[in-house]
């Protein structure tokens, strides 16, 4: 089966560090570009960033507001995918999804969609 | 970054109706337009992809349609499990953006 499974979430102080980590299984890690998305509570789904796979170069893409603070590794040989957040601010409560970043081909053309989806892990930025 | 924007933001229908959701790019996105379906306390579910695939396993009632700047999700006969909050998401460049969600009530 396929699954997501993501861990680390809890209450921080603005300001603090967190790390997440997702588990994934049933499929082949090594070749998934992964994404992280997250939802404030009450509020739609903000994507945060992505990592290639390393046979794409590895390299990661983040949202604006998160540039710079978070940054998105993953370690092949555990199928694992973390997130680490830092200089967090209340802004950055939410609940937090690692998803895959499938594509299918059309022609010339690369279709990317999040098919597999985590259950999330709540992150609660508060004093 | 691409503005994605989803009309109506709500919306009460009833069982048996057919719905229908629309999303507009800022700019133009081709086809590269997804939907997903997200019920209270769960993970949002894919629907469509590249604008008009069917997802595996989803219904057929659910189809999708557009490219360039404006798409709709319909829903051709509403069933009680089709209440949700749906969210459309551009997948042409980085940043990925998503409409802000249109939730579809029982009237």
């Known amino acids: 089966e396929v699954q997501l499974v993501e861990s680390g979430g809890g209450l921080v102080k603005p300001g603090g560090s967190l790390r997440l980590s997702c588990a994934a299984s049933g499929f082949t890690f090594s070749n998934a570009w992964m994404n992280w998305v997250r939802q404030a509570p009450g509020k739609g789904l903000e994507w945060v960033g992505r990592?290639?796979?390393?046979?794409?170069?590895?390299?990661?893409d983040y949202a604006a507001p998160v540039k710079g603070r978070f940054t998105i590794s993953r370690d092949d040989s555990k199928n694992t995918l973390d997130l680490q957040m830092n200089s967090l601010t209340t802004e950055d409560t939410a609940l937090y999804y690692c998803t895959t970043d499938s594509y299918t081909t059309m022609g010339t053309s690369y279709y990317y969609y999040m098919d597999v989806w985590g259950k999330g892990t709540t992150v609660t930025v508060s004093s | 970054d691409i503005q994605m924007t989803q009309s109506p933001s709500s919306l009460s229908a009833s069982v048996g109706d057919r719905v229908t959701i629309t999303c507009r790019a800022s700019q133009s996105i081709r086809s590269y337009l997804n939907w997903y379906q997200q019920k209270p306390g769960k993970a949002p579910k894919l629907l469509i992809y590249?604008?008009?695939s069917l997802q595996g396993g989803v219904p057929s009632g659910f189809s999708g349609s557009g490219s360039g700047t404006e798409f709709t999700l319909t829903i051709s006969s509403l069933q009680p499990e089709d209440f949700a909050t749906y969210y459309c998401q551009q997948s042409y460049s980085t940043p990925r953006t998503f409409g802000q969600g249109t939730k579809v009530e029982i009237q």
């Open positions: 990592i290639k796979r390393k046979t794409d170069g590895g390299t990661t």
């Open positions: 590249a604008a008009s």
